[in-house]
């Protein structure tokens, strides 16, 4: 039992496709990060990992309310407080 556990850990530790692919589903199985992070994957991320646009208020609520800020001046027109 011994002598087949060497014999994976030394083909795991070996530059083949076969340990590459072990080691992606060992660190898949853990919840390990599968392959390295390169900039680029980092990018996409960090894109994931922020609040969706439509749910942030800066951007959402970016223009004035221009329904209501258009009943305003007709009411002071109204009144003639607005021309």
């Not at 990060?33 to 609520?61: F, G, W, Y």
Request: hydrophobic share 40%.
């Amino acid at each position: 039992m011994n002598s087949l556990t060497n014999r994976y850990l030394a083909l795991t530790t070996a530059a083949t496709d076969y340990a590459r692919r072990m080691g992606r589903l060992r660190n898949r199985i853990f919840g390990e990060v599968v392959r390295p992070e390169t900039r680029r994957t980092a990018k996409v991320v960090n894109m994931l990992s922020v609040k969706p646009v439509h749910l942030r208020p800066e951007i959402v609520q970016y223009y004035p309310r221009h329904i209501e800020t258009h009943l305003l001046m007709k009411k002071l027109r109204f009144y003639g407080l607005f021309r």
